[in-house]
């Protein structure tokens, strides 16, 4: 079974400029997680995807980031401008509704350096 | 909103020393508990989870967890670690009756195995 799959794996940029990054989640899982991790930190939720929805998006800095998943299946999460302070681990995650554990799937993380 | 500590932050052992992480949590209600574990270069895996049932749980790598609902604690155990356990874990809770499926981290313990 592959595993999430997300691009790039590493991205240098200037600030002020735009990325983003791309999520691949294991065939099936309707659920859909970006999480955010600082160095030395545990990830922390950005936002939520069930299918196409996004349903936990309290998280997200919405002046400068956004998300989609268009069709249910991978997705894209884009920063513009970027800061300084963009600098960190994005992660993305999946799940499949009606487990009772919730038992999530991460992929390798996009590391994002802002110069 | 629930929260989780990790009680350390580094932690150095021999090969065949015995193995305690703490993992805390806030949270009244009905709780899903996880550690996860990230090998260096590696995304981050599940060890072990606990959802109900027997509060003793053993998870892969001879690794097992208790929880004690009064405590509201799930601390990590191994009896006697191995090199190749160095990595840095994470604790994580969900809380069903918030309906969140996000999980909440603790900001992680890194593990140093000397041989």
């Known amino acids: 079974e592959a595993g999430v799959v997300q691009s790039p794996r590493y991205k240098i940029i200037e600030k002020k400029q735009p990325v983003a990054f791309w999520c691949n989640p294991i065939s099936g899982h309707n659920t859909l997680y970006w999480y955010l991790q600082n160095l030395g930190q545990g990830p922390e939720l950005l936002i939520r995807y069930e299918n196409e929805e996004a349903v936990d998006d309290s998280q997200l800095p919405k002046d400068r980031f956004s998300a989609e998943r268009l069709k249910g299946v991978d997705s894209t999460l884009k920063i513009q401008p970027a800061e300084l302070g963009d600098s960190a681990v994005y992660l993305c995650a999946s799940s499949l509704e009606g487990q009772d554990s919730d038992e999530q799937f991460f992929g390798p993380g996009t590391r994002l350096t802002v110069l | 909103a629930q929260s989780v500590s990790q009680h350390n932050h580094h932690v150095i052992l021999s090969e065949a020393a015995s193995l305690e992480l703490g993992c805390n949590y806030s949270y009244g209600g009905t709780v899903n508990l996880f550690w996860y574990v990230q090998y260096p270069g590696q995304h981050l895996q599940l060890l072990l989870k606990?959802?109900?049932?027997?509060?003793l749980v053993k998870g892969i790598k001879g690794f097992e967890a208790e929880f004690i609902k009064s405590k509201f604690s799930f601390n990590l155990r191994k009896p006697s670690v191995q090199w190749s356990d160095t990595a840095e874990y994470f604790c994580a809770v969900n809380a069903r009756a918030t309906g969140r499926r996000a999980l909440t981290f603790g900001s992680g313990t890194r593990l140093q195995v000397q041989p």
């Open positions: 606990y959802f109900s049932g027997d509060p």
